[in-house]
């Protein structure tokens, strides 16, 4: 059984609980203190306001240690606000973050004019159809260091990356039905 926590604090973690239905052979839990991150395989960071996240993880003890469990080897997928805190990097920004991978990212990349779409993503690492990818307020990648692997592209900016066992979509695969990408880290988390 492999079980993997979601962090609760706020933000979309229920359409997350939904998605990982798709995957009957994990066990799913809300995260909201640092006991609840204890045996799992792997955490979700959902998409919601990062810097309320981020200060809600301090408040909450869990900061430090969803470090240290990744230090071990819990593996992490961040949508969004998720993959912002998981930035080493953020434009313009001193706000918390766990600062897990080597990337830069620039919040409310888009602009605008294009605050909420959907647009039609390849993401090769999970098959040769698209992911309809559900951008709101989103951020992108703006540089990556050596480690990281660039998973998807939307126009020219890169919106999906992998390092290691830590996995980020500036997009919200979980507010579709395709759970591709959830497979994806179901089967991180296996590793
Ligand atoms: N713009 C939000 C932030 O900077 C992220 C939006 C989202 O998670 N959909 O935290």
Do not use: W
Not at 11 to 18: I, N, S, V
Not at 67 to 86: F, V
Request: hydrophobic share 40%; glycine share 10%; proline share 4%.
């Amino acid at each position: 059984m492999i079980k993997i926590g979601i962090l609760a604090l706020q933000g979309d973690f229920d359409a997350h609980r939904k998605a990982l239905g798709a995957y009957p052979s994990c066990f799913v839990s809300l995260v909201r203190s640092p006991e609840e991150l204890d045996d799992l395989h792997g955490l979700i960071l959902p998409g919601g306001e990062s810097t309320t996240i981020g200060k809600l993880m301090v408040r909450h003890g869990l900061l430090e240690r969803i470090q240290s469990r990744a230090a071990y080897g819990m593996a992490i997928y961040g949508t969004c606000a998720g993959l912002i805190l998981l930035a080493s990097e953020i434009v313009d920004s001193e706000q918390t973050r766990l600062g897990l991978m080597d990337i830069t990212v620039a919040r409310n990349a888009f602009g605008r004019q294009l605050d909420s779409f959907e647009a039609n993503v390849d993401f090769p690492t999970i098959g040769t159809d698209p992911v309809r990818a559900v951008f709101i307020r989103a951020p992108y990648v703006t540089q990556f260091g050596e480690g990281v692997e660039e998973l998807a592209r939307f126009e020219d900016r890169v919106v999906a990356v992998r390092q290691g066992k830590i996995l980020g979509t500036a997009f919200h695969p979980e507010l579709t039905d395709d759970h591709r990408v959830h497979g994806l880290f179901v089967d991180m988390c296996s590793q």
